[in-house]
DNA sequence: GTAAAATGTTAGAATAGACTAACAAAATTT
DNA sequence: AAATTTTGTTAGTCTATTCTAACATTTTAC
């Protein structure tokens, strides 16, 4: 009914709506590196499906059931990522890529096996929060470390960029989900910080990491 | 560079090969469930990737790289139905749909770990075998159940068919492999079986049934 | 408040994969 | 060996998904 095409679509629309709040046909193209005459025309489809809501010239918007099904994929994708890391071993850089193709397998039976042995998890192993059997998930308002002042001590929660470069990054300094960070100092010229957790000392992280970090205070 | 499409094809090609020694356009097309000429196009658009042999009016044939790639998605195939069952729990008749699918994803790591976490293992939960990391298997010379005689004694090693209704007929009988099979009859009629195994006595398993079950002496 | 830039839309074409209808060759029956 | 059936091929069409080129609208800049 919905294919895999239009599956990634809904995911592009839900997640740019949740980041940007208005979606336009130029930032969903971008995000799925294809042109925009090609968004546009699936966006007539899925409205046609009833899965978005489609004015010329106006934002793009998802309707319930374009929710539901988008919140639905991404159920099975985040399932997948934490089947990978926990039950399989695969490290938290690792499994986003898989996990794009995994949410797209068609088996209720599949992804509730995996939900079962995984105990019901609520979040993703780059703590995000797994949608429920609706399609619905809570957002947690976390805050960027960017929004963090020196003297705060906050736990890492979760991060909004899953690629292995980044993760990767994070490995190389034993940054991990749940980390006591400690803010040092704020360098005003570029917003760096330097930061202490569990053995570390004097980490410094760019703007450009900090603001990919989701804290907790 | 090989389409999920063409991955079926790549298969259903080797598969029947190997159950009928020649294929032709019209077994492809009804193994697949697809009409001829879309079969005899796609041939020919294979034939151009090298991964076919393709002349007018001839039997199919698979070049080696045809069946290398074509026994490596049979490896995924396999490996994923192994892991179903064993460590996620699945019967034996749950798994053939899903990893229908499963076969078709990009990610030699995946299925590496899979291996891992297997031990390696040689055979499916239908008792095939699972190709190396070359695409080869080996073949085991089995025989139907349909070969044997009265009084034989021999071990059930493989199941030909892995439809999710004959494996349920199968798990009703609590037949499952490794079963230290008894002929007692053999109907000369309709060349049913009476058979015992386990605790099991007098079970009758139609000719239909036994062709499909292999066994070692 | 016009001009320029950015964004969005339409039209037309390409490719992959499937189909039907019509024709051709090979195999099988009489 | 001719007729019939089966099997295979070609040609043309359709849908899904993508593209480029051209045009339209909206937003931003001056
Ligand atoms: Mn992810
Ligand atoms: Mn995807
Ligand atoms: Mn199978
Ligand atoms: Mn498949």
Redesign the interface.
């Known amino acids: 009914m919905v294919s895999l095409t239009e599956e990634n679509y809904l995911k592009a629309l839900l997640s740019l709506a949740k980041e940007k709040g208005e979606v336009n046909v130029t930032d969903l193209s971008k995000h799925l590196g294809i042109k925009m005459p090609t968004a546009n025309s699936m966006m007539k489809k899925l409205a046609e499906k009833k899965l978005v809501v489609y004015e010329s010239y106006k934002p793009l918007r998802l309707t319930e059931k374009g929710k539901k099904t988008a919140g639905l994929i991404i159920r099975k994708h985040r399932l997948t990522e934490m089947f990978?890391v926990d039950?399989?071993?695969?490290g938290w850089e690792?499994v986003h890529?898989?996990a794009e193709?995994?949410e797209h397998?068609?088996?209720q039976?599949?992804f509730e096996?995996?939900d079962e042995?995984l105990g019901y998890p609520k979040f993703d192993p780059h703590g995000s929060p797994i949608p429920d059997k609706n399609g619905k998930m809570e957002w947690i308002s976390y805050q960027t470390l960017t929004h963090c002042n020196v003297g705060d001590v906050v736990h890492l929660a979760a991060v909004t960029n899953s690629s292995a470069e980044f993760l990767k990054f994070l490995n190389a300094r034993e940054l991990k989900l749940g980390a006591r960070l400690r803010i040092l100092a704020i360098e005003s010229f570029d917003k760096s910080m330097t930061i202490t957790y569990d053995g570390r000392s004097d980490e410094v992280l760019s703007a450009l990491v900090c603001e990919k970090l989701l804290v907790t205070l």
Do not use: C, N, R
């Open positions: 990978l039950k399989m071993g695969f690792q890529e898989i193709q995994i397998i068609h088996s039976d599949f096996k995996m042995l």
